[in-house]
C-alpha cells in the first residue's frame, strides 16, 4: 500500500479504535523455564489464577451482538485469546472457551504445546477453539536450551503436527530468532513445512524480562540483516509455508518485503489486555506498570478502553531520544509499544537503523 494512504488508514483507524482484539493474562503459571519470557512466569506464581466468572464480568461490559438474539449476530470479528504463564494448566480452560463461545466471541490460545495432546485438541475444538500459537525456537537442543526442559522440543513437535492436521484452526507458529537459532532457519523452514504447518511468524527480543542482560538473546546487525534477507526470499518464493516478520518495529525498505502489512502497532487501537491481577493494558508485553490503565476490580473494561489509552492513541510523547529528530516517525511512531519500558526515555530498540538506513 501507499505509504500515504496507509498512514490515513492508521489515523481511521486509530480514531474508531474498535477493540477486536482482547488477551486474558488467565495464568502466571508455567510449566517451563524460558530463557526469553518477559512475564518471568514460574511454576508457581506470586498471583492466583483469576477466576473465569471475574473475567466474563468483565467481558460483559463490551458490547455484544448476541444481546438482540440475533442468529447472524455473531460476533466473528472479535477475538479472546488465553495467554499466560501456560494456558493448558488451568483445570477449567474447556469451560473457558465454552463461556467464551456462548457470548458469541472466537477465542484462541498461546502455548507452549508441552500438554497439547490428541485428546486436548478433541476437547478445545468441541470448546470452541478458533486460532492457536505454538513457539517453535530452534531444532532440538536448540530449542530445548531457550525452554530449559529436554523434553520441550519433542512435545512441541507433536503439538505442531496435530495442529496443522485441524483444518477448522487458524493455527500458526512463532519463533523467537537468537544468536544459537539465527544458524538454523532454513532447517525450521523445512521441518514445519513437512509437519504441514502453513503459517511461521518471526520476531527478535527486546532487552526486557529474563532476556534484557542475556547475550545469546541479541542478533547482531548483521545477523537482523541476515534474517530479514531470508525471510524476504521466502514470501518471495510463496511457497506452502507463509513467513512474516512480527509486529515489533518499523523496517524501512524491508517493510513490504518481510510483512503483508505495513508497521503498525495495534496495542490500545485494537488490542487490550486484562494482566493476571485484573489491570487493563494492551499487549500484554507492554510495560504494565507504565502504561496500564485501569482495573477490572474497579473499573468498568469497556468504559476504559473507550475512554483511555490516550498514550496508545496519540504517541507524540515518543518523540524523544532517538525518535526526535527522525524523518521516519511518522511511519514509525518510536516502533512497538513494547519497546517503551521503565522512564521511556527513549525507544529500546530501533530496527530502522539497525538495518542500516
Known amino acids: 500500500m501507499n505509504p500515504f494512504l496507509f498512514r490515513q488508514f492508521r489515523k481511521l483507524e486509530t480514531k474508531v479504535h474498535e477493540l477486536n ?16 519470557c518477559g512475564s518471568d512466569c514460574f511454576s508457581s506464581a506470586k498471583d492466583l489464577d483469576m477466576p473465569l466468572d471475574v473475567f466474563l464480568k468483565a467481558l460483559d461490559t463490551i458490547p455484544n451482538p448476541l444481546a438482540n438474539k440475533s442468529s447472524s449476530a455473531k460476533n466473528s470479528t472479535h477475538i479472546v485469546v488465553l495467554t499466560g504463564g501456560e494456558p493448558l494448566l488451568r483445570p477449567d480452560i474447556e469451560q473457558i472457551g465454552k463461556e467464551i463461545s456462548k457470548r458469541g466471541y472466537y477465542w484462541s490460545m498461546v502455548s507452549n504445546g508441552f ?3 490428541e485428546e486436548m485438541n478433541k476437547k478445545l475444538m468441541a470448546a470452541g477453539l478458533k486460532a492457536l500459537t505454538f513457539s517453535l525456537d530452534g531444532i532440538g537442543d536448540t530449542h530445548n536450551w ?3 526442559n529436554p523434553k520441550s522440543y519433542e512435545h512441541t513437535i507433536k503439538a505442531i503436527e496435530i495442529a496443522a492436521r485441524e483444518k477448522r484452526l487458524d493455527f500458526d507458529v512463532v519463533s523467537c530468532i537468537n544468536r544459537r537459532s539465527i ?17 511461521w511468524r518471526l520476531f527478535t527480543i527486546i532487552p526486557i524480562g529474563r532476556a534484557k542482560d542475556d547475550p545469546d538473546m541479541h542478533l547482531t546487525n548483521e545477523e537482523m540483516l541476515r534474517l530479514m534477507d531470508f525471510i524476504a526470499e521466502k514470501r518471495k518464493e510463496r511457497g506452502p509455508l507463509d513467513v512474516t516478520f512480527s509486529c515489533e518495529g518499523y523496517l524501512g525498505r524491508y517493510e513490504e518485503k518481510v510483512r503483508p502489512v505495513r508497521h503498525f502497532c495495534h496495542a490500545g487501537i485494537n488490542i487490550a489486555s486484562v494482566l493476571i491481577d485484573g489491570r487493563i493494558c494492551a499487549c500484554p508485553n507492554i510495560d504494565r506498570d507504565v502504561f496500564s490503565q485501569g482495573n477490572i476490580y ?4 469497556y468504559e476504559v478502553w473507550e475512554n483511555k489509552f490516550q498514550e496508545f492513541r496519540n504517541r507524540d510523547w515518543a518523540r524523544k531520544g532517538i525518535c526526535s529528530g527522525c524523518k521516519q516517525f511518522k511511519n514509525c511512531f518510536g516502533g512497538g509499544m513494547h519497546n517503551w519500558h521503565g522512564d521511556c526515555a527513549q525507544t529500546l530498540s530501533c530496527h530502522y537503523h539497525r538495518l542500516g538506513h
Open 21 to 36: 482484539y482482547l488477551f486474558w493474562e488467565c495464568t502466571q503459571r508455567c510449566n517451563l523455564s524460558c530463557r526469553h
Open 115 to 117: 500438554f497439547y495432546t
Open 146 to 148: 531457550m525452554r530449559g
Open 183 to 199: 544458524g538454523q532457519l532454513e532447517e525450521i523452514y523445512q521441518t514445519l513445512k513437512s509437519l504441514g504447518a502453513r503459517k
Open 298 to 301: 474497579t473499573d468498568n473494561l
